[in-house]
């Protein structure tokens, strides 16, 4: 299990065999169907790069062993990372400054349902 001081990577689909075989079956069915055909009915903003597409689910299916950021991955200057070390804290969730930290709640913004789960985790922990 990927882990991280953020908590965003704990529970990350990416190389999992659900999501792997989801994006293997997505893949398999566009490649089946004549979608070359009918892309230019939907032009301009509308429109999408097919080419463009492949190559967002193959990096899915070829990126599937990030480590998370406790084991190197992630950022290489994350500033949750940074602070979590700085301040010995095993998870964000531990931080007593947690609530009114800003670098933690300006990613947490693009990420609501993560705040959930954190939540969850530090109760489950004692926290």
Same mark, same amino acid.
């Given at each position: 299990?990927?882990?991280?001081?953020?908590?965003?990577?704990?529970?990350?689909?990416?190389?999992?065999?659900?999501?792997?075989?989801?994006?293997?079956?997505?893949?398999?069915?566009?490649?089946?169907?004549?979608?070359?055909?009918? %892309?230019? /009915?939907?032009?301009?903003? +509308? &429109?999408?790069? $097919?080419?463009?597409?492949?190559?967002?689910?193959?990096?899915?299916?070829?990126? %599937?062993? /990030?480590?998370?950021?406790? +084991? &190197?991955?992630? $950022?290489?200057?994350?500033?949750?990372?940074?602070?979590?070390?700085?301040?010995?804290?095993?998870?964000?969730?531990?931080?007593?400054?947690?609530?009114?930290?800003?670098?933690?709640?300006?990613?947490?913004?693009?990420?609501?349902?993560?705040?959930?789960?954190?939540?969850?985790?530090?109760?489950?922990?004692?926290?």
């Amino acid at each position: 299990m990927r882990e991280s001081y953020c908590g965003l990577c704990d529970q990350c689909p990416l190389g999992t065999p659900d999501f792997l075989e989801a994006l293997a079956k997505v893949k398999n069915h566009v490649n089946q169907l004549p979608v070359y055909w009918w %892309t230019h /009915c939907f032009p301009g903003v +509308e &429109g999408f790069s $097919l080419p463009e597409f492949f190559k967002g689910i193959e990096w899915f299916l070829s990126h %599937t062993d /990030c480590p998370g950021c406790k +084991e &190197g991955g992630g $950022l290489e200057q994350c500033p949750l990372r940074d602070c979590a070390i700085q301040r010995q804290v095993a998870q964000c969730s531990e931080c007593p400054d947690q609530e009114d930290c800003e670098r933690y709640n300006i990613i947490m913004q693009g990420y609501p349902g993560r705040m959930i789960y954190l939540h969850r985790y530090s109760i489950r922990m004692g926290l």
